[in-house]
Every structure is written in C-alpha cells, then in structure tokens.
C-alpha cells in the first residue's frame, strides 16, 4: 500500500499570497512528480525529481517551484498566488528501479484563489 | 496535442454487467500502459498496467486488453458492481525515453456509473 500524504487538503487564499504544498512519501521512492488537474481535464505535469537535490519542470508550465533536500519531501511553492492558480495538485512518487512504471498518488491538495 | 485520448467522457453500467473503457494513444513509443482509478477528493489508485510485449493482462475482476496496431487499449470490468463508480484514466509512457519524456501522459478519464 503506498504511503505518501499531502497538505493541506484544502486551501483557499487570496491573491499574492505565497503558498507552500507539502508531500511527503514513506517509502524511499527516488522519483517524485508534481501534477495539476482540472476537473474533466487529464493530469498535467507540473515538476518532478529523480533524486534528492534533482528538480526538473514538466510538460506545462507552471509558476511554481519545487525542492527536493530529503529524499521524502517534495515541497511546492507559490511565491504570489493568482486565481490562474486555482485547480487540483496531486503529488505522486515511484520507484523505476523495480522496472514498473506505476505512480502512486498522494490525496491531493484542491487551491483555491479568490 | 493530446497523445493520449478518451473520447467517452462517461459510461453508465447495470450492475452484474461488464463495463468496457477505451482509449487511443497517437505516440507509437508509448510501450507502458496503465489504468487508475479516481474518487472525487482523492488521488488516483492504480489498478492494471501493461507492457507492449503483451496483448492481455488481467487481475481479478479487471483485463486490460492492448491492441498495438490499431493503437487501441481497453479495459473491461466484469462483473460491475456500484463501488465501481469514479473517474477512470489511463496512461502511458515511454520505457526508454528520458527526462520528462519518461513519464506518464494521462487521458483526460471517463466517469462509470454503476447502476444498482
């Protein structure tokens, strides 16, 4: 069972807030990812790590930033939160070196900016 | 342009009977392929995945069939039951891509309903 969590689960805020979303995996996968979902929508890639101090951006850009000091933790940040910014984040992490390619999802945080 | 499609925004199914999910890909190195599981407010949970060398892959109530010439894979769920119902997506991936070309690319998910 993958054990990997997020806060908050909810969060509005008003615009030029700085936000951080936590994620946070217990089971020492190298790889982590950062997407963005919208209802009716595909996930999109935001950011994602293959290993402590590795941050790389993904397919859609984004205005946040993510940071990988400790293999478990994978932070991302708003400097100046926009209601552009409103949507589902969903933090997932895997392990390619067991050759599977399956991503395990944390709850998700749904943002709010009002 | 969306390299993973599924054009059945929803799906609605007796229970007891078989729900069948679709999905197109256009990117001919795609050779991974999974299918996840959605309930409102959480993440996605995996359920079944399938390499390219295969054309059938199954765990218990859920196959997944993969059709690689037509681009075509399917998921069927036998017998339907209500806690069933979510957003189904799938994805794929590269095995021997790099950087961000390695990870999942996502369908955009179809909503079953599975009528008691």
């Known amino acids: 069972e993958a054990d990997i969590y997020q806060t908050p689960r909810y969060l509005v805020i008003g615009t030029g807030k700085k936000i951080t979303l936590e994620c946070s995996q217990t089971?020492?996968?190298?790889?982590m990812y950062w997407y963005q979902q919208d209802p009716g929508m595909e996930l999109h890639l935001i950011h994602y790590?293959?290993?402590?101090?590795?941050?790389e951006k993904g397919d859609l850009s984004s205005e946040s930033t993510v940071s990988r000091i400790r293999t478990e933790h994978f932070p991302l940040t708003l400097e100046s939160a926009r209601p552009s910014h409103t949507s589902q984040y969903l933090c997932?992490?895997?392990?390619f070196g067991t050759g599977r390619h399956e991503q395990y999802f944390g709850p998700g945080t749904r943002l709010t900016v009002t | 342009d969306q390299q993973v499609k599924q054009n059945s925004p929803s799906l609605s199914v007796q229970e007891g009977r078989i729900s069948i999910l679709n999905c197109d890909y256009t990117?001919?190195?795609?050779?991974?392929f999974l299918w996840y599981k959605k309930y409102p407010a959480e993440g996605p949970t995996f359920l079944i995945s399938?390499?390219?060398?295969?054309d059938k892959n199954e765990d218990g109530r859920f196959t997944v069939f993969l059709n690689k010439s037509a681009k075509h894979l399917s998921l069927h769920i036998v017998p339907s039951q209500p806690g069933d119902s979510a957003v189904y997506f799938c994805?794929?991936?590269?095995?021997?891509?790099?950087?961000?070309?390695?990870?999942?690319?996502f369908g955009s998910g179809t909503q079953l309903t599975v009528l008691p």
């Open positions: 990117n001919s190195m795609f050779d991974y």
């Open positions: 089971m020492g996968h190298d790889k």
């Open positions: 994805a794929a991936s590269e095995s021997r891509a790099s950087g961000s070309a390695r990870q999942l690319t």
């Open positions: 997932a992490s895997s392990d």
């Open positions: 399938i390499s390219s060398i295969k």
């Open positions: 790590s293959y290993g402590v101090n590795s941050t």
